[in-house]
């Protein structure tokens, strides 16, 4: 019914705050198949109307979608698709006419729900208590957002604990509130330009690239598990 992403960093800083967002254009019949839950939940929000009175097809939307991400990351195979329990998102995309963009995507994905269910079992409760709580708009791109607020919550985490600090956590904030604006840190250079890239590519931490697996054997394949 909609669809919408945001380019990150591995630092999780976005390079478009804006995003991209879709909204397709479905039937009343093709509506009339939703669950209980879908009435209700995209009645309410509008999204069901939205998707009555859009001129935007599927096929447009994964064209431009596509578009989108190639202007950030033009090599196939780099990007990770990340989310929570992204596993859902992924099965959505392997249909065509998404399937394009699952085509261009690494075979890796970024599941925050799995940082959340590490946290669960092998942190202390505080840890999950003081995590952002999700506003249940069910849109989109309130989605994404939050999915991004959320894993930045666990990488200070993360981080802390590599500082020595067990308990380490920043205060929850919406998800809508972030300030993080294009080109404005030194580590996150103008996107779309070939600086901008060079620069995301310095090797960090562990020597990873940002969006690549490390150094793979040659011969590694990335089309198969």
């Known amino acids: ?47 069901t109307q939205a998707c009555l009175v859009s001129s935007t097809s599927a096929e447009e939307a994964a064209t431009k979608l596509l578009a989108y991400i190639k202007h950030y990351i033009p090599e196939p195979g780099r990007a990770l698709l990340a989310g929570n329990s992204i596993h859902a998102d992924r099965a959505f995309l392997a249909i065509p006419p998404w399937n394009v963009i699952l085509e ?53 985490f993360i981080e802390g604990m590599s500082l020595g600090i067990p308990e380490f956590r920043l205060p929850s904030v919406p998800a809508t509130s972030m300030p993080i604006q294009p080109g404005s840190q030194p580590l996150m250079p103008a996107p779309g330009t070939k600086q901008g890239q060079e620069a995301l590519d310095m090797l960090r931490n562990s020597g990873t690239a940002i969006g690549d697996v490390g150094n793979l054997d040659p011969g590694f394949r990335t089309d198969v598990p």
């Open 1 to 47: 019914m909609s669809i919408a992403c945001i380019i990150t960093t591995a630092d999780l800083a976005p390079l478009d705050t804006e995003g991209f967002d879709a909204v397709i254009f479905h039937t009343p019949e093709q509506l009339s198949r939703m669950s209980e839950w879908c009435v209700k939940t995209h009645g309410e929000s509008g999204l």
């Open 104 to 156: 261009h995507l690494h075979y890796r994905l970024f599941d925050v729900s799995a940082m959340k269910e590490m946290v669960r079992r092998w942190a202390s409760d505080s840890v999950l208590m003081a995590a952002p709580r999700k506003e249940l708009k069910h849109t989109a791109r309130a989605d994404v957002l939050e999915s991004i607020q959320e894993a930045q919550y666990y990488k200070r």
